[in-house]
Each structure stands twice: as C-alpha cells, then as structure tokens.
C-alpha cells in the first residue's frame, strides 16, 4: 500500500468518525427531546405512561440513527442492505433500547429529589 493511498483511508475513516459522532449528538437530541416533549404534552406519571413514551422516543432516536449512519455516515453504493445486516442493527438497538427504558425508569422513581425531573408515586 502507497503512502498516499494510506492517508486517503486515514482521512476517510477519520470523517467516518466525525460524522458517527454527529450521528451520536442527534440522537441523544431526538431522544431527549422527544421524551420531554411527550412528557409536558401528554402530563405522564405512571410507570405505563412513562414507560411507553420512553419507548417512543427511544424508538425515534433508533429510526434516526439507522436512517443518517445508512445514508451520511457509512455511505455505500450497491444494492440495500442484507436483511441480516438490518436485523442485527435493530436486535442491538432493541437491547439498548430495554436498558434506555429501564434506566430512565428507575431515575424517574428514585432520584427525582435530586434531579429536576418528572417524578411519579406508587
């Protein structure tokens, strides 16, 4: 391998990186924002209601992420996507998804005294 062909891969994975972090930043974005928007809209205290919207925005977020990284970041030509390759994306981001939740969840319940959050009783 060339050392100019050396760097052309080491600037194209560097703007790779950029540009999955960008990704990363919108993400959290969509997620945070949509949670607290469906928060202030819909009024939620119950660990359904929470829950459910957690799960929307977590959801948006995933849809998000698959749509730039597949398009922006990690830009191929040829045909779609192998239906294995889409398949594991959305089995991770289900996981992260769950641990999203779940952690949002048992903030919401035990520390809103500490944080300026929605809080929520039994």
């Known amino acids: 391998m060339t050392v100019d062909r050396l760097k052309e891969k080491l600037s194209s994975g560097a703007a790779d990186f950029v540009r999955f972090g960008l990704v990363g930043i919108s993400n959290s974005a969509v997620d945070f924002g949509v949670t607290n928007l469906l928060v202030l809209t819909f009024k939620a205290k119950s660990s359904l209601s929470l829950m459910a919207i957690s799960f929307v925005a977590c959801a948006l977020a995933t849809l998000n992420s698959y749509l730039l990284n597949r398009k922006w970041t990690f ?48």
């Open 75 to 122: 830009r191929r030509s040829g045909p779609a996507r192998r239906a294995s390759e889409v398949s594991q994306f959305f089995a991770v981001a289900l996981m992260a998804m769950l641990v999203n939740t779940s952690i949002f969840l048992f903030v919401t319940k035990y520390a809103p005294d500490r944080l300026a959050i929605v809080t929520w009783r039994r």
